[in-house]
Structure formats: C-alpha cells, structure tokens
C-alpha cells in the first residue's frame, strides 16, 4: 500500500453522515455518547503525544548514551505527528457531528412548526 493511501486512510474518519429519519431520544444520547468519546480520544492522543515528549527529552539527556540521541529525536518528531494527526481527527469528526446534529434540530423544528399549524396554534 502506497504511503500516501495509509495516510489518508489514517486521517479518514469514516464518511459523511447521512440524515435520513427524524431522531429519537435515543439516536440524541448516542450523539452524546459519541462527541464524548471522540473528547476522550483526543485526550488519549495528547497523553500519547506527552509520553514520546518525554521520552525524547529523557533520552537526549543522557549523556553517557550518545547513540540514542537519535532515538530521542525520533521520538520528539513522532511526538508532534500524533499531536497534529490527533487534533486533525478531533476536528474532523467534531465537524461531523455538529452538522448531523443541526440538521436534525432543523428537521425537529420543521416538525414542531407543522405540528403547531395542525393543532391552530398562531
């Protein structure tokens, strides 16, 4: 598989999402759910992001342990990767959500003003 493919495939966050039926109080709380873990995701991508830091700059101290400087490098430039790819993601799917989200707000508003003009409400 080429780089650029593993790439993409990487950073894709599965596909656009369709809105199709009215949403229940149910597919509500699964949007919750989900905007939630996509949160404690990106905080398990900065936790990861810290500990490469770290560990880079623990390696680039030693001083006895010249050949391992590359290693510590390696990890500070690994470090900044999964930050980026990590936000990226959050981003992306955060996008997502909110415009799932909006058009069932404005679907459930089409709804309740139909709704109102059925019963003669002004």
């Known amino acids: 598989m080429a780089p650029r493919s593993l790439l993409r495939k990487a950073l894709h966050v599965d596909h656009d999402f369709v809105h199709e039926d009215r949403l229940i109080l149910r597919d509500h709380l699964a ?13 398990s ?5 810290l500990y490469l830091l770290l560990g880079g700059i623990a390696l680039l101290k030693l001083k006895s342990y010249v050949e391992l400087h590359l290693v510590g490098y390696l990890a500070l430039g690994l470090c900044n990767l999964i930050l980026v790819v990590g936000i990226y993601r ?7 959500l909110t415009r799932y989200y909006k058009a069932w707000q404005e679907e459930a508003e089409k709804h309740a003003s139909i709704a109102d003009v059925d019963q003669g409400a002004p």
Request: a positive charge.
């Open 31 to 43: 949007l919750v759910r989900t905007r939630l873990a996509n949160e404690r995701t990106l905080m």
């Open 45 to 49: 991508y900065i936790r990861s992001a």
């Open 90 to 96: 959050y981003i992306r799917l955060r996008r997502h």
